[in-house]
């Protein structure tokens, strides 16, 4: 491994500390130890009928590798997929909803929108709990959290019989204002368990009081739909570890890039829904600013899916409303946008003879056809295996030989639908495949109003460095930055990510120097909350907290988020808030009203416990021309030409060399066209600048 060199005394220090991603076809690791500062890291093909047993054969052959015992192992961070597969399998737990009389329809009405307002065809999904599984309870709270109607606990009882006959494994309790007063639903909640104790129930205002009933009812359904599936799991995992005799605690990564421990994991699950997706922005972030580049733009390809994210003055973008399959996450989230594109992203001619890639995967189990895994359909891997770019080394640390006549095989059942010779089928894969991103980047570019030529592209996972100059020479971008270990970047983030925990309370209060003391009370309540929870996860050491409030004009509908001051509360600085709101609001949507009156709805505080201080080492750069392995023929787009293949273990800092060109390592390779001079930094970062 790169990096400091590895004594006999640093291969068995005794401090390691291991990342863990689950991905869709692989399991990633990334190792640490805090000896000598070494870095390992380690792909693993995915176990979908068996999820964790991977884990325990990844450990297993780490372990063999680098010569460490699993008793030196200090932290163990986990992001895992098992959340979200859940809810896109829907494979969840049958649930009940109890929800006020008459207002049963919640989660079918929704917000009244469709899916795609341009199609006449599209159609929102079936709710998570069908419609016979809603049960309306006569009670009632007003919006200031008086009560005119106490819960009908005979009703209550009549429903916890009809939900257990109908096989319901859990319940969820949302009525209306619970985010002002949570004591009906807590009392319905104790009722439950006095009447069907082998219930699992979660309530609104204890998952995520905030207004809005759909949105509260839907975070709760997300988090009890999975309950038991992520329970499980956890549990295993834990057991797992304790029979490896492994001393650290697990810790989980957490959709808003942050940790939080299994304990809390186990019903707290919603939080963890998008933590593989997050921890790889946050992963990208930490290795940016170790690199001096503060504007970036993320692709995560992995075997199903290409994400990407903007990075800014170095810090991930977040937000809420992110879709966990068909369905909207409403907990603050690293902000992420995915599209069904990805290395197993199967292509297919359809019945107007139009060639289409995705969003259907052969994920890892059968694979690309090149993998030799009983896979016969073409994926967007099988087609870069065709043009030449990949197959040229052993793929994941040695786990997978590329077969080319499959691959060929497979693009060739497309090319004859096609009437097309079959380079130019599998070079027309990749040209949708990196089309169909482009769409993507360019609306997220929009909305966050960037322009794309101003910020680096950071490609990762295991296909990012296979498709990621190319999609940075549709969008206009001059440079791409590409880590040392581009296939575990979502492993790492977790090693450096913090402990985080979001919190929120709904207050409506307008915005003036007399509700200032109100608004300041809330948020110290909600401080002492955010310190608590920091305390439940075992941190005893600074705590950073964070405050920010949604805002609205007076009679606005929707409502923006202000970060704040410190300083602004405490010295009730009005004024101070009020033209933030108006500075963000003229940027968002290029106008706003100083004479407009100002509602405050939410207060938000995300408490932070820093995670240990990690660096990788930096080696002098020397400025030097890099050999090629080798020289191979590659289908460019329109020819065949030989251009270099470069080992990445032999390029040091300062190597250079001109595309096109090919580099090989064992987590990916990377796809270099022509017109692009690569460098390799201190960091051992390979850099790619475009010609103008």
Known sequence: MDGVMATDAARNGDDWKVGIDIGGTFIDFCALEANSGRVASLKVLTTPEDPGAELMTGLTLLAEREGFDPSHMTRFVHGTTVGINTIIQRKGAPLALFTNAGFEDVIELARLRMPDMYSLFCSRPDPLISRDMVFGIPARMRADGSETKAPDIAVVESAVAAAKA??????????????????????????????????????????WPVIREYERSSTAILNGYVHPRVSGYLTALEERLKGRGVPARPML??????????????????????????????????????????????????????????????????????????????????????????????????????????????GSSPGPACYGRGGNRATVTDAMVVCGWLGHSEMAYGQLRIDTGLAQRAVGELAARLSRPVEQTAQAILDIAVSEMFVEVEKLASRAGVDLRDFTLMPFGGGGPMLGAFLARELGMKRVMAPRRPGVVSALGGLVADLRGDFIRTIFSPLSAASLPIIRAAFEALASEGRDWLAAQGHDAAVELNFSCDMRYL???????????????????AEAIEQAFHRTHERLYDFHDPDGEIELVNIRLSAVGAGPALSFPEIDEIDVSASPARRLPVYTGLSVETVDLHDRQTLVPG??????????????????????????????????????
């Not at 319905?188 to 129930?201: E, M, N, T």
């Not at 066209?673 to 930094?681: K, S, Y």
């Open 166 to 207: 109908n096989g319901a494994q859990g319940i969820i309790v949302s009525f209306l204002h619970a985010w002002r007063n949570a004591t009906q639903e807590a009392s319905v909640k104790a009722a439950i368990a006095r009447l069907a104790p082998d219930l699992f129930v979660f309530t609104s205002a204890e998952v």
């Open 253 to 362: 990564t957490k959709s808003n890039g942050g940790l939080m421990n299994a304990a809390e994991g186990k019903q707290a699950c919603v939080n963890m829904l998008l933590s593989g997706t997050a921890s790889g922005v946050i992963g990208a972030a930490w290795l940016a600013r170790q690199a001096g580049e503060d504007r970036i733009l993320t692709l995560d390809i992995g075997g199903t899916s290409a994400d990407f994210a903007l990075i800014i003055d170095g810090e991930p973008q977040f937000g809420t409303g992110e879709l966990i399959g068909e369905f909207p996450l409403h907990i603050p989230s690293v902000s992420v946008s995915s599209i069904g594109v990805g290395g197993g992203s199967i292509a297919s001619v359809d019945a107007q003879g139009v060639l289409r890639v995705g969003p259907e995967s052969a």
């Open 555 to 573: 009679g606005q509908s929707y409502e923006i988020e202000i970060v704040l001051s410190p300083e602004w509360l405490k010295e009730s600085d």
């Open 655 to 692: 190597s250079s060399f001109q595309g096109p060109a090919v580099v090989v390592q064992e987590d990916t390779t990377f796809a270099i066209p022509a017109g692009v001079q690569a460098r390799v930094d201190r960091h051992l970062n390979l850099l790619l600048t475009f010609a103008e």
